[in-house]
């Protein structure tokens, strides 16, 4: 999405360019430093505007490369739901489900200047009406936490979840060692109520991570259009290079492969071979140092295998098992 597309939505008309990344560096303030004054930008509508702004295009690459952790038929089948936006702000991540997925979203959302401003965008950028309220639709419902659960907390996060019965749960939130923390915890209650994870975890036995110093979480490298990157220059924000802690769940069975792996740490190659700290289920999830020798793969499969960052799915088979790691073959990367 350009920016230029977005600005006559927007609430507040900016006066310039240097206007708007001026109140960008005002919401970073609030949202690092000065957390004990994060609610005041929702009652500013230039707040809102740059916030909208900012993160809203930011978003749709984010959200693309989310879903390219899952699987091709996975992405098919989430074209049929209903997307639940918990949390949504002016509907950054149900504008960005509008443009990659076309379905349709309810956002539900506190404040009213960021539902007025999601009423705007919905109406100038596709001619609906934005909605606010979950009815019972017929198709199965994907409630989603876009940057939500860690404000409101697990507690908070699963009465949404009894509340709307949704046949899928997605948390996608900062790659922090708090944040990942939380997640852990709510990963925990959802597996006493039964839900099955679909990522990261290749199972549901306990997180290998548990109780330790590290923490997993994904990385993500995106594009923007020309005037998004701009943006994101003069805001000093890096919005290409993205930590995140993504989750996701969903209440038929998943079934995994015994060969298959979650990166979850890229290592520096070796003069002979990638490596990479590896999750993986061998009758409970543990972790595993992988060892890929360049030897093994042909120069067309170079560049996908350069590609492969903290999150992606390797499928592989085992060449030889070694003091402290293993070394592999990939039979296809991802």
Not at 228 to 233: A, H, I, K, P
Request: proline fraction near 4%.
């Amino acid at each position: 999405m350009k920016l230029s597309d977005l600005y006559p939505h927007l609430l507040y008309q900016f006066a310039s360019e240097a206007d708007l990344v001026k109140a960008i560096g005002e919401i970073s303030t609030a949202f690092t430093t000065e957390r004990h004054k994060i609610d005041q930008y929702l009652k500013d509508p230039r707040l809102v505007s740059a916030y909208t702004a900012f993160y809203l295009t930011t978003n749709i690459p984010k959200l693309e490369a989310v879903m390219n952790f899952l699987s091709i038929e996975k992405r098919e089948e989430l074209k049929n739901v209903q997307l639940i936006d918990v949390g949504a702000g002016p509907g950054t991540f149900s504008l960005a489900w509008k443009e990659l997925i076309g379905g349709e979203s309810v956002m539900l959302e506190s404040s009213a200047l960021m539902r007025e401003q999601a009423k705007k965008l919905m109406s100038g950028l596709y001619g609906i009406e934005a909605q606010f309220k979950v009815t019972d639709a017929a198709k199965p419902k994907l409630l989603l936490f876009g940057h939500s659960l860690n404000e409101m907390g697990v507690e908070a996060g699963l009465k949404y979840i009894k509340e709307n019965n949704p046949q899928y749960v997605w948390l996608i939130e900062p790659g922090t060692k708090e944040v990942f923390q939380m997640a852990l915890e709510f990963r925990e209650e959802m597996l006493k109520l039964n839900w099955e994870i679909q990522y990261p975890c290749l199972g549901n036995s306990k997180c290998p991570m548990n109780g330790s110093e590290d923490w997993c979480h994904q990385f993500i490298s995106v594009r923007h259009n020309e005037e998004v990157e701009r943006l994101t220059q003069l805001a000093h924000r890096d919005r290409r290079n993205l930590p995140l802690t993504v989750f996701m769940f969903e209440r038929k069975k998943v079934n995994h492969k015994n060969s298959e792996a979650r990166i979850v740490r890229v290592m520096p190659k070796t003069k002979f071979s990638h490596e990479w700290v590896v999750c993986l289920n061998d009758e409970n999830l543990k972790l595993e140092k992988f060892q890929l020798p360049f030897k093994l793969n042909s120069k067309s499969e170079k560049k996908s295998i350069e590609a492969l960052l903290a999150g992606c799915l390797i499928e592989f088979e085992t060449d030889k098992s070694l003091e402290g790691y293993r070394r592999i073959r990939l039979i296809s990367p991802e």
